[in-house]
């Protein structure tokens, strides 16, 4: 129900590591500032939560960057704060400071309050997005729909925004795990909810983006993020066959547990730009497809420099994985970041389609 009439299936494809034509390749953060129509857009909606929470918003948005670029795959325009917003924090944002929360929760009281909020209420407009923009779509490239990780959820959650220390959510781990792993079961009911939602919707990928993994040490990394992207990768109805919607899990700074992500059940592993991919394919032996791995920087290069990087990242995957590019997703290791150039994206975007041809 959810594949059929797709026009271009590779980025689907290379996530079941069947042989496809072309490397796929899409961008994390595709849709947003550096490009003018977005900011045009945002003008227009007032602030970024008024755009997110428009359905026909979030789908002009969502399409932009494919008018421009021949990217493999659409995500969601979106937020993976929507979850603890509905939950009743209170998601604000600072202009040049990033998202706040009125309401962190910072103690087991706190915690203990907390409930699965109803994806077809609170976050209707989501699952709006997800059929309209599927609709517009027209079957063109699948559509991805995401949700952040149950850790770099319940970051923000405690810390109340961005942080660089992680002082007070460390602290609650060290001083009072149990009531930690309440927030992080909660926090993992919500977001298998809500990606079953969004799939019910129409997504035909599913991404979770454990933005803040990598600030843990690896010992509370097996304790407080592994065990939950493994519960969501184990309970998260995903289908069987040409029909599964795949599951990425990408994580910043996870490279030290690559083994145990290519075992927890997930079909795929999304890496940063801190580990070679083929150090990556030859560590997960061909049990998971590999979505990434090109440094965001790249983008400030030359065209030569960048056509350059993005072959050597191709080559990296095929070395790698037995001499085959089955498997890869092409990405950035992270995200793309407002002052880049979209004619640099273009470019990107036609080495990797070139230099992969079979
Ligand atoms: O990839 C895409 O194109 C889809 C859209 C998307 C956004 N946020 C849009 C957005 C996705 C997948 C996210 C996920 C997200 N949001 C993450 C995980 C991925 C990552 O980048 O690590 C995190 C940690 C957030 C939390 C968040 N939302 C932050 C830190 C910010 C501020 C960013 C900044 O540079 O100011 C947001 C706001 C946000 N989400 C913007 C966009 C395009 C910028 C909004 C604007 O000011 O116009």
């Excluded at 003008?43 to 428009?54: E, T, V």
């Excluded at 070395?319 to 880049?340: C, I, K, Q, W």
Aim: glycine share 8%.
């Amino acid at each position: 129900m959810n594949v059929d009439r797709l026009k271009n299936d590779r980025f689907l494809r290379a996530l079941r590591r069947e042989p496809v034509d072309r490397t796929p390749i899409w961008l994390m953060r595709q849709a947003g500032r550096y490009l003018p129509e977005y900011r045009e857009t945002r003008r227009r909606a007032g602030s970024f939560l008024a755009m997110a929470q428009n359905p026909d918003i979030a789908c002009e948005i969502t399409l932009q960057p494919l008018a421009r670029f021949d990217l493999d795959a659409a995500i969601l325009f979106s937020d993976i704060l929507t979850i603890p917003d509905a939950m009743g924090l209170g998601l604000y944002f600072v202009e040049g400071e990033g998202p706040k929360f009125r309401d962190p929760v910072r103690d087991a009281a706190a915690i203990a309050k907390l409930g699965v909020p109803d994806m077809e209420r609170e976050l209707r407009y989501v699952m709006d997005a997800v059929r309209t923009i599927r609709a517009e779509l027209d079957g063109k490239v699948p559509l991805i729909g995401f949700s952040g990780s149950p850790w770099t959820l319940a970051c923000y959650m405690v810390e109340g925004g961005g942080s660089k220390d992680f002082a007070r959510i460390k602290a609650i781990a060290l001083n009072d795990p149990q009531a930690l792993h309440a927030l992080l079961s909660v926090n993992t009911d919500a977001v298998i909810a809500y990606l079953s939602a969004q799939r019910a919707a129409g997504a035909q990928a599913l991404q979770v983006f454990d933005t803040w993994g990598g600030v843990l040490s690896p010992a509370m990394y097996r304790e407080f993020s592994l065990p939950y992207l493994t519960r969501i990768a184990a309970e998260l109805e995903r289908g069987a066959g040409v029909e599964r919607t795949p599951l990425i899990l990408f994580g910043k700074g996870n490279s030290a547990h690559l083994e145990a992500l290519a075992d927890c059940g997930t079909d795929a592993v999304g890496v940063d730009w801190l580990v070679e991919l083929g150090e990556a394919a030859r560590r997960t032996g061909g049990k998971v497809a590999l979505q990434g791995n090109l440094d965001p920087a790249a983008l400030y290069g030359s065209p030569e420099a960048i056509r350059r990087e993005a072959r050597r990242a191709l080559d990296s995957y095929r070395d790698g994985n037995a001499g085959s590019r089955e498997g890869h997703v092409f990405n950035l290791g992270h995200g793309m970041s407002p002052d880049m150039d979209p004619e640099h994206v273009a470019v990107l975007v036609d080495e990797v389609h070139r230099y992969s041809a079979r």
